[in-house]
């Protein structure tokens, strides 16, 4: 083994660092969906996930399932999607937890995520659904094509391990799955 591969299994393996860039919640109102969700200095995370937060499909269609808590967005995949032409703003996509410096691709199943004084562990990817129709730049018409763009991008489930308060500007410790850094 060269030192640059080892070094670079032992960079892989230690983790990925970042910080919160936002934070968003939007509490039931009737006969509204909860796209976007305002952003907000500080939440508090229980069990159920933010609270405040209501998530229509995740307590209706899915009976407030734990591995849909907390849904995770990098800012990383914010800006790919601005350069492709989509103005996509934090909390648009429904994400309670902006995050940046941790791309995307380094999120999987089974990882554990310190933010602020909660602890997280990542369940699933979250599939786009035609919800994200109602945002103003996408609309019925271009809604086939935002779905087909947002396929593996639209954002990470987390369960909760540990609650606690979560500000924007908090670090982020992501933890790799073991066996798999």
């Not at 933010?50 to 907390?70: K, L, Q």
């Not at 369960?159 to 982020?172: F, N």
């Amino acid at each position: 083994m060269t030192v640059e591969r080892r070094g670079a299994e032992v960079a892989s393996s230690a983790g990925s660092r970042g910080r919160v860039l936002g934070l968003h919640r939007k509490s039931e109102t009737p006969g509204e969906r909860g796209l976007p969700k305002p952003s907000v200095d500080e939440v508090r995370v229980g069990r159920r996930g933010v609270e405040g937060d209501f998530n229509r499909f995740r307590h209706e269609e899915r009976r407030d399932d734990g591995d849909m808590a907390i849904l995770l967005m990098p800012r990383e995949t914010l800006t790919e999607l601005n350069g492709e032409g989509w103005p996509v703003r934090p909390g648009d996509l429904g994400e309670n937890i902006t995050t940046e410096g941790i791309p995307y691709g380094k999120f999987r199943p089974g990882e554990r995520i310190a933010v602020g004084e909660v602890e997280l562990e990542v369940s699933k990817a979250c599939d786009p659904c035609d919800n994200l129709y109602l945002l103003p730049y996408v609309g019925a018409a271009r809604g086939p094509e935002f779905l087909k763009t947002m396929l593996g991008r639209r954002g990470w489930y987390a369960r909760v391990l540990r609650e606690g308060r979560v500000r924007v500007g908090d670090s982020i410790d992501l933890r790799p799955v073991p066996g798999h850094g």
